[in-house]
């Protein structure tokens, strides 16, 4: 049996492959202008933008992908079992090759790699691109701005709803929150969340964020049971808009109650390191160098980070990372991918710094910026009272 050989050198085809469902991968998205939920073919040949699809959604593809060819990918293979019976996808992207003459593609990362296997063993000469594969996605236009203003907006309908409800609990004998007559829960928050964002025109796909307590200190914990007063509250409201596949990408901390002295110091050092963070943000300026700011910051004014009884506390997670048609997708701020190149105009990214230490809490402050030649503007806005009688 023959072995792919995949090579992962920056060099790529002229020609790019991709067999995806628009709506699981964002290149697919990006590269066709289309949302449909089924996979498809779409690739480039001399210049040419060529797509397979179904008949189901082939007069809407034409209208909306600007494609120069648009083939019935039910026709094409019925036509090639006319005289190869078994011809599936593999046989059909070979032909496809071989009648548009292209010598070589380059295909994502997540490529399919049955497909890619079989590809090859019909000939087909393929490479695996770089990461991200269409570097062009991380500049973006102004359209594309205003889509992730519209994820944002979705994202403050999911704060407004949550601020409401703590307005509107009372604190029980027990210490616990009551809302309506029950016990206020992270499922409930997160409800409610859910329709906000549904009305404003977003979709939590990727999940989201209502935890309180030490729960918040697990800074990826979703949130789960009561809620009691004077916790901190982490509430990060990541919805994807449906029309358009672009996302927001926000996080404020709340507490219903009296905060202690230890948790409006922390509050408060994660606000000015947000504040720091945004105002170092400009063309020209390495995004690990803003990364490494934050770090320092927190270090000098005494919060450390670490690893405690097994539980990681302090600031222990990346400043920021990108947001298009990937809630996370370059570039990254630090944390686990090193963005040594400077930051270019028009990338968006998130600022999100944060503090994590068990019988304090966790707290973090996110928002989504647009970088300028003189600085960055604000792609989201919510106001940052926390502290909710």
């Excluded at 906000?196 to 964020?209: Q, R, S, T």
């Excluded at 009561?226 to 982490?234: K, Y």
């Excluded at 905060?259 to 409006?264: D, I, K, L, T």
């Excluded at 068990?358 to 928002?367: A, F, V, Y």
Aim: include cysteine.
């Amino acid at each position: 049996m023959a072995t792919a050989k995949i090579s992962s050198k920056s060099k790529k085809s002229k020609d790019v492959l991709l067999y995806a469902s628009p709506n699981n991968s964002a290149d697919m998205r990006w590269f066709t202008k289309f949302s449909c939920g089924d996979a498809f073919i779409a690739f480039t040949a001399k210049g040419k933008k060529i797509a397979a699809i179904t008949l189901l959604e082939i007069v809407r593809f034409r209208k909306e992908s600007g494609f120069d060819v648009v083939l019935d990918l039910g026709a094409e293979l019925a036509k090639l079992r006319e005289t190869n019976p078994s011809a599936n996808m593999p046989e059909l992207i070979a032909y496809f090759a071989k009648k548009y003459k292209v010598s070589s593609w380059s295909v994502p990362a997540d490529f399919p790699a049955g497909l890619f296997v079989k590809l090859h063993q019909l000939g087909v000469k393929l490479s695996v691109g770089a990461t991200p594969f269409f570097p062009q996605r991380v500049i973006k236009t102004e359209e594309e701005l205003e889509m992730i203003r519209a994820g944002n907006r979705a994202s403050c309908a999911g704060f407004k709803a949550v601020e409401k409800i703590l307005k509107e609990s009372k604190i029980d004998k027990k210490g616990f929150l009551n809302y309506q007559g029950k016990t206020l829960t992270s499922e409930i928050l997160r409800a409610a969340i859910e329709h906000a964002c549904l009305d404003a025109g977003g979709i939590n796909v990727e999940g989201l964020i209502a935890a309180a307590g030490d729960q918040g200190v697990d800074c990826h914990c979703s949130g789960f049971g009561p809620i009691r007063a004077n916790e901190l509250i982490v509430c990060d409201i990541f919805p994807r808009i449906a029309a358009t596949g672009y996302f927001g990408d926000m996080t404020r901390t709340y507490l219903k109650g009296k905060a202690s002295p230890e948790q409006r110091a922390l509050v408060a050092a994660v606000k000015k390191a947000h504040d720091k963070a945004i105002a170092a943000v400009r063309a020209g300026v390495p995004g690990y160098d803003i990364y490494k700011g934050t770090v320092e910051f927190f270090a000098e004014s005494g919060y450390k980070t670490g690893v405690v009884d097994g539980v990681p506390t302090g600031f222990f997670h990346g400043l920021g990372h990108g947001v298009g048609l990937d809630v996370h997708e370059a570039p990254n701020l630090g944390g686990r991918s090193v963005m040594t190149e400077p930051l270019r105009e028009n990338m968006v990214v998130t600022i999100e710094p944060g503090l994590y230490y068990p019988g304090i809490g966790g707290c973090r402050i996110e928002d989504v910026v647009v970088v300028r030649k003189d600085g960055c503007e604000l792609l989201s806005k919510h106001p940052y009272k926390w502290e909710i009688a």
